[in-house]
């Protein structure tokens, strides 16, 4: 069976997740891209790589039809979930209702069609390239944001109108031509809720805390497996729902408010950032592979249970600089009882100019143990063993 992998940049969830799972369930691999030369080497090991438009969903039906019969066409970028769903759909293969991966990824239709459906209401306020800024129903202290933005990029809090008029003329300076959404702040604890769906059934993986760096940006630093209560989970799948989603992997996040769960983001694939292999590693099972199946027309199949608890650690350039120190790539021996993971994402001597995103990770930290206390003691002596230096 052909398996389509619709793709931007490689990521370390397409090389080393998804690319030996459709391996491992006997799939033959094209790799769709704007990017062929980047997939060069090992890159893509095993698979065809061919040039494609894949922002345009013409252009991917276009090279499928005229190469080989698809048996599944997959994504997992966020740019592009709703060009490949549209493309398996016009082969009639299993995959993503094209609307609910449009609403999911813009900011601005989520909170109008959470609204609508009656699940939770959040102040927001759309603003298409060149409006003004309105003079009411600007909530503040506000977060501003790109309508479709991803990695915490242009992300940043605001407490009155001064910050409100710097942060959105700034982002505009940076992102001309796109749309923005400014949306009341919401305080409380970060979770994530992680699912996978066939279109029928949706699987509750489990969930995450998340803990952010310093206001007033949304940097990511550290998530802990831990699942949502009843009530925040019963409240996330109402959201999806009324979404249209449930096919495939999805990662939601939320903030427990004093008023209940309040959706931040749905982002319609796997959790990134090494958290999808760290998933894989607390439920015991091959997730990449059950993500597939999916697209495969396969099931669910069975989707685990987590024992212990889990962590990644995202290091994170605290200033602009060079890198002069770093650890290289851990990776533990099977039967420790830690199990502790390291990826790199800079090297020595890279020029780090602090962007206060996700852009600004120096290496990704994961482990697994029988309970926090032995997974923390872990994660601080690899720390204070091998620290990340940048000066």
Not at 379 to 391: G, K, L, M, T, Y
């Amino acid at each position: 069976m052909r398996l389509y992998l619709t793709a931007l940049k490689p990521t370390d969830s397409v090389t080393d997740g998804f690319l030996p799972a459709a391996r491992a369930l006997g799939c033959d691999t094209t790799i769709l891209t704007d990017r062929p030369e980047q997939y060069g080497g090992s890159m893509a090991e095993g698979a065809e790589v061919l040039a494609c438009d894949v922002r345009d969903a013409r252009a991917v039906i276009d090279v499928i039809a005229h190469h080989r019969a698809p048996g599944a066409i997959f994504s997992n970028s966020d740019h592009i979930q709703a060009e490949t769903a549209l493309a398996a759909a016009y082969f009639g293969l299993p995959g993503k209702d094209w609307r609910a991966c449009v609403t999911a990824k813009n900011k601005a239709l989520t909170r109008r069609r959470l609204a609508a459906a009656g699940i939770e209401t959040v102040r927001s306020v759309r603003l298409a390239p060149g409006d003004p800024l309105p003079e009411r129903d600007v909530p503040l202290p506000a977060v501003v944001k790109p309508r479709e933005g991803v990695a915490s990029e242009d992300v940043v809090l605001v407490r009155d109108g001064r910050e409100l008029a710097e942060a959105v003329r700034a982002i505009r300076n940076r992102r001309p031509g796109e749309a923005l959404v400014v949306e009341e702040y919401l305080d409380g604890p970060l979770r994530t809720l992680e699912t996978l769906g066939d279109g029928g059934e949706i699987r509750v993986l489990g969930g995450f805390r998340t803990t952010l760096g310093p206001l007033p940006y949304f940097v990511e630093e550290r998530l802990d497996w831990e699942p949502p209560p009843a009530t925040e989970r019963d409240h996330v799948l109402r959201a999806l729902q009324a979404l249209g989603v449930g096919f495939g992997a999805c990662h939601t996040e939320y903030v427990t408010t004093p008023d209940g769960p309040r959706i931040i983001e749905i982002n319609y694939r796997v959790i990134g950032d090494h958290c999808d292999f760290l998933l894989a590693d607390l439920l015991g099972v091959p997730l990449f592979e059950r993500i597939l199946g999916v697209h495969l027309g396969r099931g669910l199949g069975d989707c685990g249970t987590a024992l212990g608890h889990g962590t990644a650690l995202s290091v994170v350039a605290d200033r602009s600089g060079t890198v002069v120190a770093g650890p290289g790539t851990v990776t533990p021996p099977t039967g420790d009882r830690v199990r502790l993971w390291h990826r790199p994402l800079r090297t020595v001597g890279d020029r780090i100019d602090q962007s206060h995103t996700n852009r600004d990770y120096l290496g990704i930290v994961r482990a697994i143990g029988p309970d926090r206390g032995s997974v923390d003691e872990a994660i601080a002596a690899f720390d204070a063993e091998s620290p990340w230096v940048v000066a």
